[in-house]
């Protein structure tokens, strides 16, 4: 693919309020994940868990994208083609996460540095092979008392700009996701400084490196008070320091900005990313998601490992991606919740 096909990729990825579902969680994740349900984690009923998603009736309406895992990538549905085919005739994008996982920071207690690049290009190219038009690479940032580092931002910055250059030159539209943590007590403040010189340093080492920013998108986190604090935020006050921060650091070139729900919940999130969406002044990017929880969670739970529940947990997913594309062309209102469900 050259430059003019990635930037084409990107822009279906956006358009028209639709966004992608992160199904890419790793077997050890989903199996914790699994067993607060008591769900047995197999690679059969993680196999059956994905397809439900991917089947579920119309969901290309709203879903765009999907990124699958390493292990869901190479899988067969149940009745007979693979994963990425049915996706594909479903009218949605396969994509892979290709980052080995965040690991301590030599040196650096608390933090951690994204691992991967050996072998990636070769990587890459088998994953475009089996069908992958776009990728993801997360890097985690910790906020905490003398936390983060300019050498764990710097390194991370690093490693997910040599990743989007691998992913341009593959002919894979790269997501580029900086995620800085909701763990901890700071501020909303605290959040949009370190969010702010995260995607600073990301934005530089892209340059460097000479990925296209058209042919890639953004995967931020929103700018939200630490979990623990004492004071929380209006989705208001969420929306005017998310779209400050994007502002100052995130070029306009960049074609969509997909928020990753972080451990927000569905509504929280859904509430979160309308409100971004709402404010007014320029937003030179489309504004839009990129979920893992926030999407899966409400299905999870109807589902329970069982059978017979699928369509219910069918209907709960549906559900939420209708509301979550309605925020992201900030549409959504919580009356809506109620109309979308019926
Ligand atoms: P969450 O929306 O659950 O944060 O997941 C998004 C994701 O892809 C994390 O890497």
């Not at 764990?152 to 992913?167: E, G, Q, S």
């Not at 509430?271 to 971004?276: D, M, R, V």
Request: proline fraction near 4%; aromatic fraction near 6%.
């Amino acid at each position: 693919m050259n430059i003019t096909g990635l930037e084409r990729t990107a822009e279906e990825l956006v358009a028209e309020g639709k966004g992608i579902l992160a199904a890419d969680e790793t077997p050890e994740t989903l199996t914790k994940r699994f067993a607060q349900l008591q769900i047995d984690s197999t690679p059969d009923s993680r196999r059956i868990y994905r397809e439900m998603f991917f089947t579920t009736p119309d969901v290309a309406e709203f879903i765009s994208g999907v990124i699958l895992q390493d292990e869901t990538i190479r899988q067969k549905s149940s009745a007979g083609p693979s994963l990425v085919e049915v996706l594909m005739r479903n009218g949605i994008i396969p994509g892979i996460k290709v980052d080995k996982g965040a690991k301590g920071f030599a040196g650096r207690p608390g933090e951690r540095i994204t691992e991967g690049l050996d072998g990636l290009g070769d990587r890459l190219k088998e994953y475009r092979q089996m069908g992958a038009r776009f990728a993801k690479w997360r890097a985690v940032i910790h906020i905490a008392e003398g936390l983060p580092t300019t050498a764990c931002v710097r390194a991370n910055a690093h490693a997910l700009a040599r990743y989007a250059a691998l992913c341009q030159e593959q002919g894979l539209v790269p997501i580029v996701e900086p995620e800085v943590m909701m763990e901890g007590s700071h501020t909303i403040l605290r959040c949009e400084e370190v969010t702010g010189n995260v995607l600073q340093a990301t934005v530089e080492a892209l340059f460097e490196q000479n990925v296209s920013f058209e042919g890639m998108l953004l995967k931020p986190n929103m700018v939200v008070p630490g979990k623990d604090a004492q004071r929380q935020a209006s989705a208001r006050e969420v929306a005017l320091h998310t779209l400050r921060c994007l502002r100052r650091h995130v070029p306009a070139a960049v074609p969509g900005i997909v928020f990753l729900s972080g451990g927000q919940d569905a509504l929280t999130a859904t509430t979160h990313l309308n409100a971004i969406n709402q404010l007014a002044g320029p937003k030179p990017w489309k504004l839009s998601f990129s979920f893992g929880r926030a999407l899966q969670d409400e299905a999870l739970i109807a589902w329970q490992g069982k059978e017979k529940n699928v369509q219910s947990a069918q209907q709960a997913f549906s559900h939420r991606a209708r509301c979550v594309n309605a925020a992201a062309l900030g549409d959504y209102a919580s009356a809506t919740e109620g109309d979308l469900a019926a």
